[in-house]
């Protein structure tokens, strides 16, 4: 899967213990109903958000993660990660202008 859109936010890097780090940020799509998309990188990864700005378009490839979690209580609760794995530059196509005479 893809999302393309620009960058909204970059978080700093999170060190979660000697075995996992991650790093959060935020795409926001171009659409009608534009949507702000936060997603994730994880381990190795969490490097690959350094050589783009905020502001700037991205083609950015993710996978979608699930799991569960039972407490102490016996429920369960069930949570989804946005775990992005590339991120590409690109140049999004202007929408024509209305007042274009074509």
């Known amino acids: 899967m893809n999302v393309k859109g620009k960058i909204k936010v970059v978080e700093q890097t999170i060190v ?7 790093r959060a940020f935020v795409v926001v799509t171009n659409e009608t109903y534009p949507q702000e998309i936060a997603m994730q990188l994880s381990q190795d990864k969490v490097d690959l958000i350094d050589k783009f700005s905020v502001g700037q378009d991205v083609d950015v490839s993710i996978n979608l993660r699930g799991r569960s979690w039972t407490g102490d209580d016996g429920v369960t609760k069930y949570f989804n990660t946005i775990e992005a794995w590339k991120i590409d530059a690109f140049t999004a196509i202007p929408e024509p202008s209305k007042d274009m005479a074509f």
């Open 16 to 22: 979660v213990n000697e075995k996992f780090r991650k």
